[in-house]
């Protein structure tokens, strides 16, 4: 269940002191296989940290040999003294390993602000660490070494067709599109040209990891990296390829989803009836960002006005006095007014579904949120991130 599942990689998780608590805080995934292809998509936010910088510039050729994690601290708004601890971590791993700097990914994640001296001499340690402990069987330290508040590891595998998928994720806060705050390590041992990593990596995130808006919040360190090993030396169909990648990833989202910082529910929003797939995106997120909506989920109470009130804001394409909303499989709106009675509806189970039919045309999309809750509102403000 982790991202040495597929054949070709090792990986490793060590602890040098990052983290208060002395648990985990550096991981390196390295691609033994004969092929090093790897592809990757980053945070949308203007404001990108260091090594998102320079993994941008790492990945161009669709080469990556190996990635380099730190939980523990950002590297970010750090100057250029952080994107010289970034090269200066490619440079020491590619050393260990015997590959190019060029060929090595680095991603850090934690305090925005942290990367001193200090965080520097214990990134390049653990690095050399990690490399030293790498083994077939390091998935799961790795996946330990790159949490930060999240409370669960998160990973899963897909195998079929005679190749394999692996992965890994961190993420619990600042959960919003531009793939949410996340850390993500997929492995692969098919056979995948750069290009078609690319293409898969890029149409499995758009319906999975930018669907996730948890609280809203953009991060500066999004990651999401598909390393390709070939070690299976089975080209797959290309469809079974993406719908296998689109359920890991989205697997992966729902990880995400239910570990949300302080949530009590996990609510999926699905639009349905939307003129195009945008529409029904821009009207999903609509009512994953509405802070009215999700505080009365908190309060188990269905109250559908706020959906109405918060689809009315988009520029979607409907007749407000035209749609459907159902919670729970109970339509409590049908055509802008009241239709069953809204104490029919349980909202006490975290899992939570609501419903809305735009009777505007055949697209559908699928948003995953959260409530918003006192622990929310408690964590994030006893941790600075």
């Not at 790897?38 to 990108?48: E, I, Q």
């Not at 692996?166 to 290009?195: E, F, H, R, S, Y």
């Not at 390393?227 to 290309?238: E, L, Q």
């Amino acid at each position: 269940m982790t991202v040495t599942a597929a054949a070709g990689f090792e990986a490793a998780g060590v602890a040098v002191g990052l983290k208060s608590t002395g648990k985990p805080d550096v991981a390196v995934v390295v691609n033994r296989g004969p092929l090093k292809v790897g592809a990757a998509v980053f945070t949308s936010n203007r404001a990108k940290a260091n090594p998102i910088l320079w993994s941008q510039q790492a990945v161009a050729d669709g080469v990556v040999e190996a990635i380099v994690l730190n939980s523990g601290g950002a590297n970010c708004f750090t100057g250029s003294f952080g994107f010289q601890t970034t090269h200066q971590t490619a440079d020491r791993a590619a050393e260990l390993l015997e590959v190019s700097p060029g060929d090595v990914l680095v991603c850090s994640t934690g305090l925005i602000g942290t990367g001193d001296e200090t965080f520097r001499a214990k990134v390049l340690a653990g690095t050399e660490a990690a490399i030293a402990a790498l083994s077939g069987d390091g998935g799961e330290s790795a996946a330990h070494a790159i949490m930060t508040t999240d409370s669960v590891s998160k990973t899963t595998t897909h195998t079929g067709g005679g190749w394999t998928i692996g992965a890994m994720a961190k993420g619990a806060g600042m959960l919003a599109p531009g793939l949410a705050t996340m850390l993500v390590v997929i492995t692969t041992d098919a056979v995948l040209t750069a290009a078609e990593a690319d293409a898969h990596l890029r149409a499995a995130t758009r319906v999975s990891f930018d669907r996730l808006d948890s609280d809203g919040c953009m991060s500066t360190n999004d990651q999401v990296t598909l390393m390709v090993s070939g070690a299976s030396g089975v080209t797959p169909d290309a469809e079974a390829f993406r719908f296998a990648l689109i359920d890991v990833c989205t697997n992966l989202a729902k990880q995400l989803q239910a570990d949300a910082e302080g949530a009590s529910h996990e609510i999926s929003i699905q639009v349905i009836g939307a003129a195009t797939e945008d529409d029904a995106v821009e009207v999903g997120r609509s009512v994953a960002r509405n802070n009215l909506f999700k505080a009365a989920i908190f309060g188990n109470d269905p109250n559908w006005g706020r959906v109405l009130a918060a689809i009315g804001t988009t520029q979607a394409a409907f007749d407000p006095y035209a749609v459907d909303v159902s919670f729970n499989g109970i339509r409590l709106c049908s055509a802008g007014a009241p239709d069953r009675p809204r104490e029919e509806v349980d909202l006490t189970p975290r899992a939570t579904s609501v419903l809305i039919d735009l009777k505007a045309g055949d697209a559908a999309a699928i948003i995953y949120s959260n409530d918003l809750t006192h622990d929310y509102v408690h964590e994030n403000s006893a941790y600075s991130s």
